[in-house]
Nanobody, 124 residues
Framework: QVQLVESGGGLVQAGGSLRLSCAASAPTASTYAMGWFRQAPGKEREFVAA????????NYKDSVKGRFTISRVNANNTVYLQMNSLKPEDTAVYYC?????????????????WGQGTQVTVSS
């Protein structure tokens, strides 16, 4: 069992930055691929970014490429999402997820564990 706890959300003006963190409870999480998803009110949960277990491979939603960076420090069982040049349309609850997958990172059903989410609000 892996528990995930997100932090770092908040209110920021458009053009600002935030860094989200996802701390995993178990060292075995270092062997999982990790993903960030988000869900805005009235919308489905959508893929934002993912990183494989070693940190070598990353994937991003097209609209965040060049603005968001996912990274991980396995020694600390932590995954990060650095978000720059934030836009009002980035407003959502952001969720961290972990799963034993090596591809198809966009599909939330393939992830085994989820955090409770952290709110990100970008004002215009």
């Amino acid at each position: 069992q892996v528990q995930l706890v997100e932090s770092g959300g908040g209110l920021v003006q458009a053009g600002g930055s935030l860094r989200l963190s996802c701390a995993a409870s178990a060292p075995t999480a270092s062997t999982y691929a990790m993903g960030w998803f988000r869900q805005a009110p009235g919308k489905e949960r959508e893929f934002v970014a993912a990183i494989n277990w070693s940190g070598v491979s990353t994937n991003y939603k097209d609209s965040v490429k060049g603005r968001f960076t996912i990274s991980r420090v396995n020694a600390n069982n932590t995954v990060y999402l650095q978000m720059n040049s934030l836009k009002p349309e980035d407003t959502a609850v952001y969720y961290c997820a972990a799963g034993r997958l090596s591809g198809n990172y966009h599909f939330p059903a393939l992830y085994n564990y989820w955090g409770q989410g952290t709110q990100v609000t970008v004002s215009s």
